[in-house]
């Protein structure tokens, strides 16, 4: 039995994904010591989690929270959903006293960070493709976690109608987007225009020069003609 335990491994949300839904994760400790966790996530936006940061007591089991926030519509079929959270307990042998977890978490991790015990937990629609294979538990934190997992029902979303952004889709949007390939530096007209006003100032040039030769030609045979009158 492990000291720290921490389940499921996949959280796994059913339609429809247009209202709120709540799945749960659950730690227990099963040491000898108090223990602290505290939960991340690679999409902040899309979850609420309560509580995302606690004690947990010897023998004592917590229920966290992991709620899904309705989507403005609901996702393709085949829309792979890779959100993952990532719950890290870290030992906690002193009295914390009247202080947060969230407080005292970086003092913790400092002192005890090699003792960390991290679970990887994974996302699946039950209407969309499943990630395959979840990870074990391990030791450590993983990058690319956001903290910001304790936040207010206030139903906020990114992506567009309210779709999930995936990792593709936010590399589209860095895509150039159509009608700007013409455009000049800072907002400037088309290199094409200012070919155009060139090529109209330059007939505009010669039709003025063969004004001026017909000009001085009628003037010059005038004078011709009446020096040989």
């Excluded at 792979?80 to 202080?99: E, M, N, Q, S």
């Amino acid at each position: 039995m492990a000291l720290i335990d921490i389940s499921p491994d996949v959280l796994e949300y059913k339609p429809p994904f247009t209202t709120q839904s709540t799945e749960y994760a659950t730690i227990t400790n099963n040491s000898a010591q108090p223990v602290v966790f505290k939960v991340k996530t690679t999409a902040p936006k899309f979850y609420c989690v309560r509580p995302n940061a606690a004690l947990v007591q010897p023998g004592e089991t917590v229920q966290v929270q992991v709620i899904l926030l309705g989507l403005g519509k609901e996702p393709s079929p085949d829309f792979k959903c890779r959100d993952k959270f990532l719950v890290i307990t870290l030992p906690a042998p002193y009295d914390l006293g009247d202080r947060q977890v969230a407080d005292v978490w970086h003092e913790l991790e400092a002192e005890f960070k090699h003792q960390a015990v991290s679970k990887k937990i994974k996302v699946r629609y039950a209407s969309g493709g499943a990630i395959a294979g979840a990870t074990s538990t391990d030791v450590g934190a993983a990058g690319g976690y956001n903290d910001e997992t304790d936040r207010g029902y206030d139903g906020s979303f990114a992506g567009e109608n309210g779709v999930p952004k995936t990792a593709e889709s936010q590399e589209s949007e860095f895509l150039e987007k159509p009608g700007t390939e013409s455009a000049g530096v800072d907002g400037a007209e088309p290199a094409v225009g200012t070919k155009q006003s060139e090529n109209s100032s330059s007939t505009s040039s010669e039709g003025s020069l063969n004004s001026t030769a017909l000009v001085l030609i009628a003037l010059v045979a005038l004078v011709l003609g009446w020096l040989y009158y």
